[in-house]
């Protein structure tokens, strides 16, 4: 006999079971560690509660086979003990099973709003799992943070779970995702090991990273999605970096999905396809044979497509202003096919390509060169790729291209058998450009032999057109918050600083609801504003006369969205704008360390370097350095360190200290430590550069940075900003 005394858990997971199965008929309420193992139709409402920290702990777990769970639109709401989608943790929705079916669901406030594991035969549709997890970022307008860069190299365990999800597929087979919203995360739809699933007419824009991810999965459709606005890393006329944020991520041996009819601009990347380390390391397999027709991929800060060290079929695309339409480094057998180029830096580029087929394209005014292909004179000698294949740059097929308004429409070194016929040019400087190292360049050649290499894939699904972009075009739309690009599909009232110009006058746009007004409420260290109340969109400009620079505006106006997803009725609200410059002059010494004071290995030997006399030394106001070699001429790349110290009054409150350093970091307040990163082995990942620590200050302070730099890329940032109680 089982009673509640001895086995409380055992009963308690009785009952809500049994509660699944007898009330199947009318709807039913969302528990706590709930578990659904029959069809349910689930009570509307509003339901705030917490998952555990631990993602192998769900807040519901579906179980089973041939399961139904109707959500109803009842809104499940977690980490509301929380303020910040950095902060959101925790699990909401397991399904394992076979045939399950999860429809009308919204889930927030969550690292992974659904996760599927094992399934087969999966369907979500008609749910919206928006405004769950995302990191804040740390590039500003005039300059990027390493810190904020992705990294998707290994995914063996589930690593991609760091970054959060909307939905999570592992090892599924045969999924349909249709019909689904997730915005205002960091990255919508990840795939692991999934494959033969249907993924169509879903809304994943918006978000700061990721539209849809795959890894090691493949057989998949992707159709009539809209993947828009999946970027970060990037300020408008400052740096167009992306950050590896994309609409699309194919990564590590990925094969014979087919990606069509999708709209996929103002990306990182628009399509970012990556053989993956398994081909790095051997030389072997690939993402191949992936079927990449007729999407737009326009206004990628880089790529609008990357293809790089696999074999695909890329055909009646839409690539326009883009950095590179296509990047398809160490390519082979790749077909670029009936796509429009417009108004990219340089249309495609192929290093290290081999037996590739560029036919019946249509460019025009591309900034530099239409067409590159090129290779270097030497490999990486740590490249197990370039020990094993051949990496010539070799046997091009370019036939029938249409090139107008071109500076050069192809460029050529170090390639050989090229084979071009039957490309028009209008109005180009340059048809041809090419050195000393070209060979085998053929302009004569029979066009039978062209079209063999020029196989071409008719697709049989659902031929639609591309869902439209509502949004206006161009990179220059783009606008990078702290929490990822400015929703305009659901927009709030927001202040963006466009630049500080040569005399300090900010440059701001401020942005909302296009039936609200807005209007002054209050400013500090500004004078000159030129304008101070309008409509949205509107730019205003303003004089800095101070280190405290404060923005606050009155939004009065129709409900929206606020930056989290908290729904904002009707009404008036302040927002604000503020850019705080501690007034510290630091004192910057730089330090070239041994084997006899490896900081690695002992802290206390190492401070020993801080008594010797310094390589370098310089006052600064502000500590922002970043280097790709050495710290100076005559002075060292690698194995140096730095301290910089300096002193800093400040009005009473709590203060964020935050410090982007590469490799290791110590801070001291007061000679106390508050930030200790000293630990090479806890660096994975770019965004374990960064640091904070939160403190509550007032009066005379005493700040020293200490920093290691092992090799490599090096940085040290630090920035001092006041928390608004």
């Known amino acids: 006999m ?30 706590q560690d709930m578990l659904i193992t029959s069809s349910v139709t689930i009570k509307p409402g509003v339901y705030q509660l917490n998952a555990s920290d631990s993602l192998s702990r769900p807040l519901i777990r579906i179980r089973g086979n041939n399961i139904t769970v109707d959500f109803n639109r009842a809104l499940l709401q977690g980490s509301n003990n929380r303020q910040l989608p950095n902060q959101f943790y925790g699990l909401a929705v397991l399904v394992e099973g076979n045939n399950i079916t999860i429809r009308n669901a919204r889930i927030s406030g969550y690292k992974v709003a659904i996760m599927a594991r094992g399934c087969k035969d999966l369907r979500i549709e008609n749910s919206d799992f928006s405004y769950n997890y995302r990191q804040q970022l740390q590039s500003t307008w005039l300059h990027e943070d390493v810190s904020d860069w992705m990294s998707y190299h290994h995914n063996e365990k589930d690593e991609w779970l760091r ?9 599924c087979t045969g999924s349909i995702i249709r019909n689904n919203t997730i915005t205002g995360g960091q990255c919508a739809l990840m795939m692991t090991g999934s494959n033969e699933g249907t993924i169509t007419d879903n809304d994943f824009s918006f978000n700061s990273a990721i539209g849809i991810g795959m890894y090691r999965s493949s057989r998949n459709h992707i159709l009539h999605n809209k993947l828009d606005f999946n970027v970060r890393g990037y300020s408008h006329g400052f740096y167009n970096r992306g950050q590896d944020s994309a609409g699309i991520l194919v990564f590590e041996q990925c094969n014979e999905n087919v990606f ?26 690939g993402c191949n044979n992936n079927y990449v027709y007729k999407n737009n991929f326009s206004y990628a800060p880089t790529n609008g497509v990357e293809i790089t060290f696999s074999k695909n079929q890329i055909i009646g695309n839409i690539i326009n202003e883009c950095d590179h339409g296509v990047w ?31 036919c019946d394209n249509l460019f025009r005014s591309s900034k530099q060169a239409a067409i590159r292909l090129w290779a270097r004179k030497t490999e990486p000698s740590d490249w197990g790729y370039a020990k094993k294949k051949d990496t010539r740059s070799v046997s091009y097929t370019i036939l029938d291209n249409k090139f107008e308004e071109e500076k050069i429409a192809v460029d050529l070194s170090r390639t050989s058998g090229i084979r071009m016929q039957d490309n028009g040019f209008r109005n180009v400087s340059t048809s041809i450009r090419f050195d000393s190292t070209v060979e085998k360049l053929d302009t004569s050649s029979d066009v039978q032999r062209f079209r063999l290499n020029n196989q071409r894939k008719v697709f049989l699904g659902d031929e639609r057109s591309i869902p439209a972009l509502a949004l206006n075009k161009g990179r220059d739309q783009i606008r990078i918050t702290e929490w990822g690009p400015y929703p305009y599909q659901r927009p709030y009232p927001y202040i963006f600083l466009k630049k500080i110009d040569s005399n300090d006058v900010y440059h701001f746009e401020i942005l909302g609801p296009e039936n609200g007004t807005w209007s002054e409420w209050k400013t500090n260290d500004l004078r000159h504003i030129t304008s101070r109340e309008g409509g949205f969109p509107a730019e205003i400009k303003a004089q800095k006369t101070g280190p405290d620079v404060q923005l606050q505006l009155q939004y009065t106006g129709p409900a929206f969205t606020g930056r ?5 009725p009707a009404g008036t609200y302040i927002f604000s704008f503020r850019d705080f410059q501690s007034a510290i002059n630091w004192n910057v010494n730089w330090y ?35 280097w790709w ?17 300096g002193e800093v009054e400040l009005e009473k409150g709590r203060y964020k200290l935050s410090v982007t350093a590469d490799d290791l970091v110590k801070i001291f307040v007061d000679d106390k430590p508050v930030i200790d990163f000293w630990d090479l082995a806890k660096y994975k990942y770019d965004e374990d550069t960064h640091h904070e620590a939160i403190l509550p200050l ?21 920035k001092l900003i006041p928390i608004n109680n």
């Open 260 to 285: 069509a009819y999708n709209s996929v601009t103002h990306g990182g990347d628009g399509f970012f396809l990556w053989a993956g380390q398994t081909t790095m390391d051997t030389g072997e397999g």
């Open 629 to 645: 070699g050495a710290i100076g001429k005559g002075l060292p790349a690698d194995s140096f360190a730095i301290v910089a110290s």
């Open 2 to 31: 089982v009673t509640a005394q001895r086995y409380p858990l055992l009963l308690s997971l009785f009952l809500i079971c049994l509660s699944s199965r007898t009330l199947a008929n009318g709807p039913i309420p969302i528990q």
């Open 328 to 358: 398809g480094g160490y390519s082979w057998e790749t077909t670029i096919d009936s796509n429009i180029f417009e108004k990219n830096r340089i249309a495609i580029a192929i290093e290290h390509g081999q037996h590739n087929s560029i």
């Open 592 to 626: 070239r360390w041994d084997s006899a004071h490896n900081p690695n290995k002992n802290y206390e030997q190492f401070k020993k370097i801080f008594s010797t006399a310094p390589v370098k030394t310089e006052q600064a106001t502000t500590i922002d350095y970043t």
């Open 564 to 568: 989290y997803g908290a729904q904002q």
């Open 698 to 718: 007032g009066g005379k302070h005493r700040i020293r940075i200490e920093q290691v730099e092992n090799s490599g890329y090096a940085t040290l940032i630090f």
């Open 163 to 171: 970054y959060g999800a909307g939905i999570y597929l592992k090892d």
